[in-house]
T-cell receptor, first 112, second 111 residues
Framework: DTEVTQTPKHLVMGMTNKKSLKCEQH?????MYWYKQKAKKPPELMFV???????INESVPSRFSPECPNSSLLNLHLHALQPEDSALYLC???????????FGPGTRLLVL | GQSLEQPSEVTAVEGAIVQINCTYQ??????LSWYQQHDGGAPTFLSY????GLEETGRFSSFLSRSDSYGYLLLQELQMKDSASYFC????????????FGAGTRLFVKA
């Protein structure tokens, strides 16, 4: 299995909702990432988990809460988001170092 | 600071060769990676240069020169399906698993 899966593909939520994005990989990769990407912009790093521990938080607002239940799963919990948080949320994993990252298809999020 | 600069757009014709440059200002990094992203899709890994020189993978090649703070992606025998955005990326020393992406180059391939 050489892919990263993400659910849901699309999500529409109101500013008072709570939702979660899910990511899964079965390649044995020890680093997993959450990125946010706006149209015509590069991916913007949010969080990195290394060996199931949070190693990087790029000063992301607390309305985004990551969780790594085990080495294959990564969640991003969303609460009280703002319309400007609407974007493509990408999960990625890498075997080591991070030079080669495998991206999931992303969740396209719209906050109303 | 650390930054990667790429041209915003490049246009080429089918069958041609195109070079997408990436110049960087960073104190030190492990290597230069390249990713392709089609509209509506996710980035996919193309190539990685840990050392100076040329890496070839089929129609795509990537080059790195640390002394010149410069790298490029070379696409040969261009096809319409190569129309996409291309990002260079580095993992800086001392940054853990953090990866910095360039702003991306949109490649338009014309018939």
């Amino acid at each position: 299995d050489t892919e990263v899966t993400q659910t849901p593909k699309h999500l529409v939520m109101g500013m008072t909702n709570k939702k979660s994005l899910k990511c899964e990989q079965h390649m044995g990769h020890r680093a997993m990432y959450w990125y946010k990407q706006k149209a015509k912009k590069p991916p913007e790093l949010m969080f990195v988990y290394s060996y199931e521990k949070l190693s990087i938080n790029e000063s992301v607002p607390s309305r985004f809460s990551p969780e790594c239940p085990n080495s294959s799963l990564l969640n991003l919990h969303l609460h009280a988001l703002q319309p400007e948080d609407s974007a493509l949320y990408l999960c990625a994993s890498s075997p080591s170092g991070g030079e080669t990252q495998y991206f999931g298809p992303g969740t396209r999020l719209l906050v109303l | 600071g650390q930054s990667l600069e790429q041209p915003s757009e490049v246009t080429a014709v089918e069958g041609a060769i195109v070079q997408i440059n990436c110049t960087y200002q960073t104190s030190g990094f492990y290597g230069l990676s390249w990713y392709q992203q089609h509209d509506g899709g996710a980035p996919t890994f193309l190539s990685y240069n840990a050392l100076d020189g040329l890496e070839e993978t089929g129609r795509f090649s990537s080059f790195l020169s640390r002394s010149d703070s410069y790298g490029y992606l070379l696409l040969q025998e261009l096809q319409m399906k190569d129309s996409a955005s291309y990002f260079c990326a580095v993992r800086p020393h001392g940054g853990g698993f953090k990866t910095i992406f360039g702003a991306g180059t949109r490649l338009f391939v014309k018939a």
